[in-house]
T-cell receptor, first 112, second 113 residues
Framework: EDQVTQSPEALRLQEGESSSLNCSYT??????LFWYRQDPGKGPEFLFT???AGEEKEKERLKATLTKKESFLHITAPKPEDSATYLC?????????????FGQGTELSVKP | EPEVTQTPSHQVTQMGQEVILRCVPI?????FYWYRQILGQKVEFLVS????????KSEIFDDQFSVERPDGSNFTLKIRSTKLEDSAMYFC???????????FGPGTRLTVL
């Protein structure tokens, strides 16, 4: 069965304290891995798409990387406004309908 | 910037009543999706829709659920006879193609009493 596991469940950082979030996946074949940010009571907001091992994407203080078994979301010098839940989702082959399989999320809190 | 919109933002209904949740996907997108998130749980896939038919559906999407694209802009999710366990946030999403990034709406919070 295709599965996505994120760790840690919650992460508290001081402003400027860099860290990484992990997303481990077990799928029959990876079609794509997606990172989203979700604020309380809101819909997931797209951050990155990764398609193949070794791929990296960056946006401001965030950098996403992908290996054959996991993805990392690195946060460099975070600010309080980076506080949110970060969701990882995968699409697996043979996927005809575009279904995303989500992890539980990592709730990030950045204190000033 | 184009975005997915959903109405209403919050729907309260009595158990056994029918509800229709509405979504306006991004205009040039061809694939449409519904997901739900029960409070404190993972976002779960319900159904995907392309070319006026269901592409894929999950076990959750039983005979009580249906989807429709009634015109060129709206995409709806109907729950025929709501149950207490249907209480959740329902998210609509859209993408250009099936393997492309899905963009999510703000959600409709459904509360079944």
């Amino acid at each position: 069965e295709d599965q996505v596991t994120q760790s840690p469940e919650a992460l508290r950082l001081q402003e400027g304290e860099s860290s990484s979030l992990n997303c481990s996946y077990t799928v029959s074949g990876l079609r794509g891995l997606f990172w989203y940010r979700q604020d309380p009571g809101k819909g997931p907001e797209f951050l990155f798409t990764l398609y193949s091992a070794g791929e990296e994407k960056e946006k401001e203080r965030l950098k996403a990387t992908l290996t054959k078994k996991e993805s990392f979301l690195h946060i460099t010098a975070p600010k309080p406004e980076d506080s949110a839940t970060y969701l990882c989702a995968v699409q697996a082959y043979p996927n005809q309908g575009g279904k995303l399989i989500f992890g539980q999320g990592t709730e990030l809190s950045v204190k000033p | 910037e184009p975005e997915v919109t959903q109405t209403p933002s919050h729907q309260v209904t009595q158990m056994g009543q029918e509800v229709i949740l509405r979504c306006v996907p991004i205009s040039n997108h061809l694939y449409f999706y519904w997901y739900r998130q029960i409070l404190g749980q993972k976002v779960e896939f319900l159904v995907s829709f392309y070319n006026n038919e269901i592409s894929e559906k999950s076990e959750i999407f039983d005979d009580q659920f249906s989807v429709e694209r009634p015109d060129g802009s709206n995409f709806t999710l109907k729950i025929r006879s709501t149950k207490l366990e249907d209480s959740a946030m329902y998210f609509c999403a859209s993408s250009t193609v099936g393997a492309d990034t899905q963009y999510f709406g703000p959600g409709t919070r459904l509360t079944v009493l």
